[in-house]
């Protein structure tokens, strides 16, 4: 049955209160009854989603995401530490359910797996691979309506970067043709950076700094979007048939910027001028080629996403789904607000790990 509009519902609500009296009680406990049929008809069309990763730094942005926007939520994670009880607790208040286990007990990925309709997955860099698991256990389930496997990065299979960079893409490469063989419903997502940690590393917001490094000769566009929105434009995707076995690339027009662009729109807003120390391409590539592993891997994500500008390398043709096209009701961050809210109070980061 299709869903009434609560709008028409109230309407309907109203016309019955005006009719005559000895009617209006019993007209009123039907529609009442079925308003409530309604919204639970409404409840049960919501995919139930599970998510992987979910105390880490994307992770948790993900569930509070899948919550808002009405789904039944449950996440996978590793046994609870007490550096995680405190988050754990706060997604079983969002009324989320805990899943406890690794990703090498195949039996028990599958018997919560075939509990859920879509499997969103926010597993970090180090974990990549072992989303073969998953996908595994996701052909076993043979219910799951659609995989979204951790990306949230550069489009990987329309760029090339530094070996150390490269070696990760190439990962997240293995990952979708694996997800492709296996025959499973999939959306793919390269929401290129996150806008709130790139603002930090680069701004350094909640320390005030007066200087600021400049990667190359800072004019190279990048994507910066704002981790919510990455959440929310994932969720969305996750459950629009638009989306089955395609990519989605999150570039909005209001999140494309340069070094140049970020430094000179917060000394604006700041009032301050910042002491600019740049550091040229030669040098990057010379430290992401010398540095020990993995200390290798942050200078030559930098070279590819702020000097050589690979995020804007490409154009997108008519066949691509991009995010704010997609979903232009959706009200995305735009780096301008997101920098108006670092003036005030910064967003909380997380150092990325990649081993």
Same mark, same amino acid.
């Given at each position: 049955?299709?869903?009434?509009p609560s709008?028409?519902?109230?309407?309907q609500?109203?016309? /019955?209160?005006?009719?005559k009296?000895?009617?209006?009680?019993t007209?009123f406990?039907?529609?009442?009854?079925?308003?409530?049929?309604?919204?639970?008809a409404?409840?049960?069309?919501?995919?139930?989603?599970?998510?992987f990763?979910?105390?880490?730094y994307?992770?948790k942005?993900? %569930?509070?995401?899948s919550r808002?926007?009405?789904?039944?939520?449950s996440v996978?994670v590793r046994p609870?530490?007490?550096?995680?009880?405190?988050l754990?607790?706060? &997604?079983?208040?969002?009324?989320?359910?805990v899943?406890?286990?690794?990703?090498d007990?195949?039996?028990k990925l599958?018997?919560?797996?075939?509990?859920?309709?879509?499997?969103?997955?926010?597993?970090?860099?180090?974990q990549?691979?072992d989303?073969?698991?998953?996908?595994d256990a996701?052909k076993?389930a043979?219910n799951i309506?659609? &995989?979204?496997?951790?990306?949230?990065?550069n489009?990987?299979?329309?760029?090339?970067?530094?070996?150390?960079f490269?070696?990760?893409?190439?990962?997240k490469?293995?990952?979708?043709?694996?997800?492709?063989?296996?025959?499973?419903p999939? @959306? &793919?997502?390269?929401?290129?950076? &996150?806008?709130?940690?790139?603002?930090?590393?680069?701004?350094?917001?909640h320390?005030?700094?007066?200087? %600021?490094t400049?990667?190359g000769d800072?004019?190279?566009?990048?994507?910066?979007?704002?981790?919510? *929105?990455v959440?929310?434009?994932? %969720?969305?995707?996750?459950n629009?048939?638009r989306?089955?076995?395609?990519l989605?690339i999150?570039?909005?027009?209001?999140?494309?910027?340069t070094?140049l662009?970020?430094?000179?729109?917060?000394?604006?807003?700041t009032?301050? @001028?910042?002491?600019? @120390?740049h550091i040229p391409?030669?040098?990057?590539?010379?430290?992401?080629e010398?540095l020990?592993?993995?200390?290798n891997?942050?200078?030559?994500v930098i070279?590819?996403?702020f000097?050589?500008?690979?995020?804007?390398?490409f *154009?997108?043709?008519?066949? *691509?789904?991009?995010?704010?096209?997609?979903?232009?009701?959706?009200?995305?961050?735009? %780096?301008?607000?997101?920098?108006?809210?670092?003036? /005030?109070?910064?967003?909380q980061?997380k150092?990325a790990?990649?081993a």
């Amino acid at each position: 049955m299709k869903p009434c509009p609560s709008g028409r519902i109230n309407h309907q609500l109203r016309a /019955v209160l005006s009719s005559k009296e000895e009617k209006e009680e019993t007209h009123f406990f039907w529609y009442s009854r079925k308003m409530r049929e309604e919204e639970t008809a409404m409840a049960a069309a919501k995919s139930k989603i599970l998510i992987f990763g979910a105390t880490g730094y994307l992770g948790k942005y993900m %569930v509070k995401a899948s919550r808002a926007l009405g789904h039944p939520t449950s996440v996978y994670v590793r046994p609870i530490t007490p550096s995680k009880a405190e988050l754990v607790h706060e &997604f079983e208040s969002m009324e989320v359910e805990v899943f406890q286990g690794h990703l090498d007990e195949h039996e028990k990925l599958v018997s919560v797996i075939k509990q859920v309709d879509v499997v969103i997955s926010a597993l970090a860099v180090p974990q990549h691979l072992d989303q073969l698991k998953i996908i595994d256990a996701i052909k076993e389930a043979s219910n799951i309506k659609r &995989f979204v496997p951790s990306e949230y990065g550069n489009e990987v299979d329309r760029i090339h970067a530094l070996p150390p960079f490269e070696r990760l893409l190439e990962n997240k490469r293995k990952v979708r043709r694996a997800t492709e063989a296996a025959g499973i419903p999939y @959306t &793919f997502v390269s929401a290129n950076s &996150f806008s709130a940690y790139f603002v930090d590393f680069i701004l350094h917001p909640h320390e005030k700094k007066e200087e %600021v490094t400049i990667f190359g000769d800072g004019k190279a566009k990048a994507v910066l979007n704002y981790e919510e *929105d990455v959440a929310a434009y994932t %969720v969305m995707a996750a459950n629009d048939p638009r989306t089955l076995n395609r990519l989605i690339i999150y570039r909005p027009p209001g999140n494309i910027v340069t070094q140049l662009d970020l430094v000179s729109s917060w000394e604006k807003k700041t009032g301050r @001028t910042l002491n600019k @120390t740049h550091i040229p391409e030669e040098e990057i590539i010379k430290l992401s080629e010398t540095l020990p592993h993995p200390d290798n891997i942050p200078l030559a994500v930098i070279h590819n996403i702020f000097v050589k500008g690979d995020q804007m390398s490409f *154009d997108l043709g008519e066949d *691509d789904l991009e995010a704010s096209a997609l979903y232009p009701d959706y009200d995305y961050t735009s %780096v301008d607000r997101l920098l108006d809210i670092c003036t /005030v109070k910064p967003p909380q980061t997380k150092l990325a790990a990649f081993a």
